[in-house]
């Protein structure tokens, strides 16, 4: 049964930025040598994390790229906007309103400290546990 791991953000370094605990995920997940998929709520988020990435550890470099060209399939990380199709992968980072439902082992939600954010994933975890997912929550 596939999995979904909720990460509330709470600590300060995160609340400022979201997206250092969505770079983190990722380094992790590489380091793991787990294909992940990044579910990136707009274009501009995208490129954000893409930006990012590449700027991210100073130690070890992160193979990633926005979705969309024949490198697709070879890209340790992908980046996925909005209307680009791909390939779905074991681990999915979700940073949009809807769940991530498709060919997962696991999920991870990152989940910011607003409000309205916090709201949406109490509705992604409801649909989740509908479909008997198994369901875990940290407090980051």
Known sequence: ????????????????????LVCELARKAFANEQ???ILA??????????ARLWEFADD???????????DDAITAVLIVPPGIDADDR?????LRDG?????????????????????GSRRRWKEYQKRGFDLTKHDM
């Open 60 to 70: 070890a470099f992160i193979p990633h790229q926005i979705a969309g060209d024949e």
């Open 41 to 50: 709520r707009s274009q501009d988020q995208a490129e954000e994390i893409d």
């Open 90 to 94: 074991p681990l999915a980072i979700n």
């Open 1 to 20: 049964m596939p999995g979904a791991v909720f990460y509330l953000i709470d600590k300060p370094r995160f609340r400022e930025d979201p997206l250092l």
């Open 35 to 37: 294909p992940t998929m």
């Open 99 to 119: 769940c991530a439902f498709g060919n997962h082992d696991r999920i991870l939600e990152v989940v910011a400290a607003d409000p309205a954010e916090r709201d």
